[in-house]
C-alpha cells in the first residue's frame, strides 16, 4: 500500500493480521462510500465503526481464514506475503479494486483461487451517519 497511517485504535490493536489488514484496507479506500471527503473515514478512526460493523468485519474475515485455509496457508509460503497482505487483498479484490491476490507474484493458479474465493463474496457496503461507521449487512451467520 502506498503511506498511508491508519487512525487506530486498541480495538484494532486486538484484531487478528488478517482482520487487521482487511481494516486497513477499507479505510485506505474510504470505505468505497463515494464520499467527496476521500480521507473522511481515516479522520474518523477506527474507535468509530460501531461495535456491529466491528463484529461482521471479524466474523467475515474469520469465515474467509477458515474456509479457505488451504490456500492462505500455501499463498503465506512466498516471501513478502502474509495475513495481513492478504486481508488486504480480501477487501481491494471483493471491492473490485485495480490491484488484489492476483498480482502479488503468487503463482498464477493460487492468486486465481484467491481472487475467486474474494470475488465469491458481496461487494460490501459502508457508510457513515452521525459520525458512525456502519457496515451492511454481508457478514456469515
Not at 38 to 63: F, M, P, Q, V, Y
Not at 85 to 98: C, I, K, N, P, S
Request: aromatic fraction near 10%.
Amino acid at each position: 500500500m502506498p503511506e498511508f497511517t491508519l487512525n487506530s485504535d486498541a480495538r484494532f490493536e486486538a484484531l487478528p493480521e488478517f482482520t487487521k489488514g482487511y481494516v486497513e484496507a477499507l479505510f485506505f479506500t474510504n470505505g468505497d462510500t463515494g464520499a467527496d471527503d476521500e480521507d473522511k473515514l481515516n479522520r474518523l478512526g477506527t474507535a468509530r465503526l460501531t461495535a456491529k460493523a466491528l463484529h461482521s468485519i471479524r466474523a467475515t474475515c474469520a469465515a474467509f481464514e477458515q474456509t479457505h485455509a488451504d490456500l492462505l496457508t500455501a499463498a503465506y509460503e512466498h516471501p513478502g506475503y502474509g495475513p495481513r497482505e492478504a486481508g488486504r487483498d480480501l477487501w481491494f479484490t471483493r471491492q473490485g479494486h485495480g490491484t488484489g491476490c492476483w498480482d502479488r507474484g503468487l503463482p498464477r493458479p493460487l492468486g486465481q483461487a484467491l481472487t475467486a474465493a474474494a470475488k465469491a463474496l458481496k461487494e460490501c457496503e459502508i457508510e457513515v451517519w452521525r459520525g458512525w461507521i456502519y457496515e451492511r449487512g454481508l457478514a456469515p451467520n
